[in-house]
């Protein structure tokens, strides 16, 4: 038994060295449990180490099913859903402490894309030995310090580097960079990311999407649009064509419609936009119909162009007479 001072007794030295112990794995246990909480359910045995597990601890844990061994050093607690962000932390964690999400699945991180990518991108550095696994695509190369934040626990590309990128590859496109040229980030930004990183897989494309998002979007929006109609084999139609004091960029004028492109939404003001409906109430009450396309539209939704303009002419056919 233990005493205190004056003799008194309370408690053995046993129960004492038990409650003591108890209080420790109580502690450990309320460590590991914020630490899976904040990190989707998932954790590396580095971390687990850190947090004051053994490696036979972790093993244990693996034995009884509590804990799935995803990859070598990488564990998921089996007592939660496998979310997209856990997939995410499984793929970029299993390649090491330096390996860093990017493309669509940074971009899904960053909250810039709504859905996760099927195939998670991970960047590693040039120099590894790492394999590819299942549905993660590798890259390997070296990332200036400027283009890798951390965000909850996670490396991920930067944001402005993770636009670039991400739009140039199938999922993004010129949806993704207007939407974070809307709410995100600025131009300047994303041309700086791009020009530090040239030699990228899919810089041409980036570039492409740059120059429009600045100001040239509108004269390849046009000319996309040429390419539209000419290869739905749709006629009658004439660019720049004049409608009483205005130039609408596409004419149809045996049926009176009038095809307009815009550019990058993130360039509309309030000027911008007055104006614009001003210019297209007078071309309606001309007795023109006005359809409207986006720079998404002509590159993403082609089809739908060429469907929407048919379904124009055919509707306006019966009832549109001379010029």
């Known amino acids: 038994m233990c005493t205190i001072p004056g003799g008194e007794r309370r408690f053995s030295c046993t129960n004492r060295w038990k409650w003591n112990r108890g209080a420790v794995a109580s502690r450990l246990l309320g460590v590991l449990e914020d630490y899976l909480r904040d990190h989707d359910g998932v954790i590396t045995l580095a971390q687990a180490r850190a947090a004051g597990l053994s490696h036979d601890a972790v093993n244990r844990r693996v034995r009884s099913g509590r804990w799935l061994r995803c990859s070598p050093g990488v564990f998921f607690a089996d007592d939660r859903p496998f979310t997209d962000a856990s997939r995410i932390r499984v793929a970029v ?39 590819r696994r299942y549905r993660v695509r590798l890259r390997r190369r070296d990332l200036a310090p400027a283009d890798v934040v951390e965000r909850r626990g996670l490396r991920v590309t930067a944001l402005a580097l993770t636009v670039v990128e991400a739009a140039a590859r199938r999922g993004g496109g010129a949806k993704l960079m207007d939407s974070a040229l809307q709410r995100h980030v600025e131009l300047p930004q994303l041309w700086r990311a791009h020009l530090r990183n040239k030699g990228r897989t899919g810089a041409p494309r980036s570039r492409m999407l740059l120059q429009a998002a600045g100001g040239g979007a509108r004269s390849e929006a046009e000319r996309l649009l040429h390419e539209i109609l000419r290869s739905a084999n749709i006629t009658g139609w004439k660019a720049n064509h004049r409608v009483g004091g205005y130039r609408v960029d596409v004419g149809f004028p045996a049926t009176k419609l009038a095809l307009e492109v815009d550019g990058f939404a993130f360039h509309s003001g309030v000027n911008e936009f ?16 006005v359809l409207r396309f986006t720079w998404l539209d002509l590159t993403e939704y082609p089809d739908r162009v060429s ?14 007479t001379g010029d």
């Open 307 to 320: 469907a929407v303009v048919r379904a124009a002419i055919s509707a306006r056919l019966p009832t549109v």
């Open 93 to 131: 964690w299993s390649y090491g402490p330096r390996a860093t999400a990017s493309g669509l699945a940074a971009a899904w991180w960053h909250g810039v894309s709504r859905f996760a990518p099927d195939v998670m991108e991970v960047t590693v550095p040039k120099v590894s030995n790492h394999r």
């Open 274 to 289: 007055h104006v614009d409906r001003t210019r297209q109430n007078d071309i309606v009450l001309l007795g023109w119909q």
